[in-house]
């Protein structure tokens, strides 16, 4: 059976792939053992990453809310695809590579949510042009400005966010202020600009220690943009859309009430940082490093591995939580702590003396690492994973 | 003129350019100016990495030792080509896929500086059939049983270095353990084995302050390596090339007596780390990344640029120096301070007001990263600049 999901047909007996990229039953992969992978190598657990997105699916329904899934920890159509599942074929990107990639795979309804600027406003017309939506964000009048004459002078009609400050104090317009009602006020106006809504990232929920603490971000988050939309109704801005959405608060918020939709990204691979903050447990990990024991070194107590910084990344992790940089997790070695990274070395010591003969040179490890996105970034390709039998290989995009 | 350096004919006019590979005069480059440029980008100034390159020629000239240089911080044909100009064509590199890429590049004289595992080494046979010398490196009895039973069953000999560790306690054997002579002579003997020498990488010269400690870093790797060499020798191991660098040591020592070759890598490009060890000055930093200011919030005296973590990496800098994380330099504007890096955002505060107006939204900024290894490593490529100008493209190799 093939649902239509806006211009796109999707089928959600086949993990929600896209109509044409439907790979035959079985398929062409030869499927090998994680021994036989070379190392560093990312690997993404298949039951995982579908029991994640699965879940977030169903956090959606329950809290009636729509779901327009960030790409930006995976980059990849395929992992793209189980978060759209037979649902709405909606996005969210956060570089323009990522739109073309994900525009050329057959989704045709992306936010673009990063601040524009005037220097990307041509490109961001032909993604306009290239697909049924395309939404920018803006969060200041300069850029407004920009918009609006780009668009006039290229018979060009933008749809764009206003994108909203709801405590993480990074991006977006300070919600009190007369003059983000007047910025809005500016884009409803626009013959350029179709004003799409507000939409905001609660990044602070990365600084919480706890549930108790992200549910408290969470309804911070949905109160200050309700009130915000509502403000600008009375003003006489209609607000189309909120648009809310950080991994942390979409796990565990109990009412997106007066919330059009969500942009989580994380959840689908998790890692060691949102497991210490309490959005998911170690075993919700999908993606894990795989690393193999290049060395002992037993008069330091020390192991070494090939996972360096080129292949975890130098995240130091929830350092507000544990005061100390620990570069992931060993799975199934909880007292194994890689203590330091170089290139493409990484240092292991332990709390109690290490096994050495039960990590003998070559052996495989897997990591979850601090930050999943930051570590995806630097692999050319993704090793599906069954268990421990590597059944796909998937590409992500990279670049700007 | 066209000289001959083993079996590569380089042309010394040119860069090192390897003949086949000669650009033709004014190339078909469209060479354009940086603001023309998608950000947030890679920077390579051409000058200073020419004028890097041709100062440690000259320190390896002066010194009387070889250079071998490493390319794990460019990973690009063009830069290497400027790292062994006129001179021999050996290099060194961290991964397999580096060596690949740089045997079809022309380079057939390849140390795989890195420790070899068994899993390897069907790998490490083809490298080592496919050029003229392939080294690679180990340190210890279990990894040398697996190379010599390898090399037997397949009629390989391979060339290989014994790795020492002359105090940076990362990788490497002990010099003063009889076991390391043990090593040593088991490789002398046999017969699927060339033993190639000692290497080491005085890696604690990171942990230096200035040129002062650096020097006695240099001192003291040249004194443990050449010790050792003599007791290889004392027991009948002739030792053919005794290896050392990091890019600290081989910019300030004094004398390489008795060193064969050294490896320096990150001097091509240096880096604000490297700055503030005293390894060159901010001036010297060939590497830049390109981004553009995307936000202003001067409630709370911010800039955000469009430089985040997938830009910069995380690497903290000296923190033994500063005691505090900053993400690079801004070039041109020292009061600007990078003080916090999401995945595609960088937070700017400043120790004065922030001169808003000079900084309008669009403005470009140079990063001098903290690491420029880390950084190169996350852009799919390099634009080359003189001044302003980008006048070429360069492609890293990636992946392991």
Redesign the interface.
């Known amino acids: 059976m093939i649902f239509v999901s806006g211009q796109i047909f999707v089928d959600p007996s086949n993990g929600g792939m896209l109509k044409g990229d439907i790979k035959e039953e079985g398929g062409l992969y030869q499927a090998m053992n994680i021994e036989q992978v070379?190392?560093?190598?990312f690997l993404v657990d298949l039951s995982k990453v579908t029991r994640n997105t699965q879940r977030m699916f169903d956090r959606a329904r329950r809290l009636n809310v729509r779901l327009r899934p960030h790409v930006?920890t995976h980059k990849t159509a395929e992992v793209a695809r189980l978060q759209i599942g037979a649902g709405s074929a909606a996005i969210t990107v956060?570089?323009?590579a990522e739109a073309w990639f994900f525009q050329s795979a057959g989704f045709d309804d992306i936010t673009y949510a990063?601040?524009i600027?005037?220097?990307?406003l041509p490109?961001a017309a032909e993604l306009t042009r290239a697909m049924r939506y395309f939404h920018i964000v803006l969060?200041?009048p300069?850029?407004f400005a920009?918009v609006h004459s780009f668009g006039r002078a290229h018979g060009i009609r933008f749809s764009a966010f206003i994108k909203v400050d709801c405590g993480y104090?990074?991006?977006g317009v300070?919600p009190e202020k007369a003059e983000s009602i007047t910025l809005a006020k500016q884009l409803h106006d626009s013959e350029a600009v179709e004003f799409a809504g507000i939409l905001t990232h609660a990044?602070h929920s990365y600084r919480c220690r706890n549930r108790s603490e992200i549910l408290e971000v969470a309804t911070q988050e949905r109160a200050v943009m309700v009130r915000f939309a509502g403000l600008l109704e009375e003003n006489g801005v209609a607000c189309p859309t909120v648009s809310v959405g950080s991994t942390p608060t979409a796990v565990h918020a109990e009412s997106w009430e007066g919330v059009s939709e969500i942009r989580p990204g994380n959840y689908v691979f998790f890692d060691k940082f949102q497991a210490d903050i309490g959005s998911c447990s170690l075993d919700d990990c999908a993606a894990t490093v795989l690393t193999?024991?290049?060395?002992?070194?037993p008069?330091?107590s020390q192991l070494?591995i090939?996972a360096g910084?080129?292949a975890l990344?130098?995240?130091?992790g929830a350092i507000h939580i544990h005061n100390t940089v620990i570069f992931g997790a060993v799975l199934g070695n909880p007292q194994l702590k890689i203590v330091s990274l170089?290139?493409?070395?990484g240092?292991v010591e332990s709390e109690v003396p290490i096994p050495f003969e039960e990590h003998?040179?070559?052996n495989l490890l897997r990591i979850i690492p601090n930050h999943s996105?930051?570590a995806a970034?630097?692999?050319?390709?993704y090793y599906v994973v069954e268990e421990e039998n590597v059944v796909d290989e998937w590409s992500p995009v990279?670049?700007?």
Chains 1, 2 share one sequence.
């Not at 070379?38 to 190598?41: I, Y």
């Open positions: 070379n190392t560093p190598a930006k956060s570089t323009l990063y601040p600027t005037p220097q990307k490109e969060d200041n300069e850029t920009a104090h990074r991006a300070d990044g193999r024991v290049i060395g002992h070194y008069d330091r070494i090939d910084a080129l990344s130098k995240d130091p170089s290139q493409e070395h240092v003998p040179i070559g996105c930051l970034a630097l692999f050319p390709k990279r670049g700007w």
